[in-house]
């Protein structure tokens, strides 16, 4: 398999469209500057943080109470993991290689996921979101995420998609394990770019964490407190991206539709505020970033009016709604799935 770009990106729109009368506005406005300091600032206080709970950790020592300390690692994980995806979208440096190494070092040291497979699968799914046979984020086993994807299933796999509505955030628990098995299948298989040093990195960060847990805590606890945490980690990652395009639009295999309507009408944003922002790192802007991924992460509030304005002037449908409304309509639409799978 080639190496894939380092950076992730989407094919480019055509000089004159729609597209580039909103770019226009976009960097008229200053939208596209780099954010050095809002992102040190957000670094530096994350990292704290990180170091002051595992601090925590050893001090409390073998206790269940770390149940707790698995929660907010959990949180924190997540958090970094956000930082990786702005690294690996160019929000943070102008320098790629500065992007980069950000990004490894978030990804593959601090949360143990492959900075190199993300970018991969992240590109696909942002060229082409919500798009049968190209966007990697609508194949995901067990689920179906359409009738044609759900009709020749069989047996278990086919019980599972009948119920996939109500199963769908306890196999959110399942994520972080998922993400991690596929990371190293990239990596050991030499399918990233830099496989030596995320090999490296990887395994620094696994001897890290296990020596952490079962030096501090007594096997059992150990044990729990991984499945805690893990399963929450993969909960709230999961929890982030699910509401941006399940639920929206599927575009069949060649379609026609140009780069802006391609990535508004397959995506929905969640109604933001500073609480909402922080929590899901921005991606509630999910149109907002899909039309401009390299945009810094504090710019994507002020792009919104930007971009709504410009939708509502030419007629394009955008999809606002609440948090709570945006996860109706993701279960809804597994839920509707569902129904064309073979009954048991």
Known sequence: ?????????????????????????????????????????????????????????????????????????????????????????????????????????????????????????????????????????????????????????????AAVVRWQGYLFLPLLTLEALSLYLNSVVAVFGRRVKRHRTERLLLGVHAALYLSAVFLVLAPLQGVVFILVHQALFGVYLGSAFAPNHKGMPILPAGHTLDFFHRQVLTSRNVRGNPIVDATLGGLNYQIEHHLFPSMPRPNLRRAQVVVRDFCREHGVEYCETTLWRSWREVLRHLDTVGGAARPV
């Open 1 to 157: 398999m080639p190496a894939q770009s380092s950076q992730v990106a989407a094919s480019p729109p055509r000089v004159g469209s729609q597209y580039a009368q909103l770019s226009r506005r976009v960097k008229q406005a200053g939208l596209l500057d780099r954010r050095r300091g809002a992102y040190g600032t957000r670094i530096g206080v994350i990292g704290v943080l990180l170091a002051a709970t595992w601090t925590v950790f050893a001090i409390v020592g073998p206790s269940w109470w770390q149940l707790c300390t698995a929660a907010v690692l959990a949180v924190l994980f997540t958090q970094v993991g956000f930082l990786g995806h702005d690294a690996g979208h160019r929000q943070i440096f102008r320098s790629r290689r500065a992007n980069d190494v950000t990004g490894l070092l978030h990804a593959n040291l601090l949360i143990g996921l492959s900075f190199g497979w993300w970018i991969d699968k992240h590109n696909r799914h942002h060229a082409n979101p919500n798009t049968e046979g190209a966007d990697p984020d609508i194949v995901v086993a067990p689920l179906a995420f359409t009738d044609d994807q759900a009709r020749p299933l069989r047996g278990v796999r």
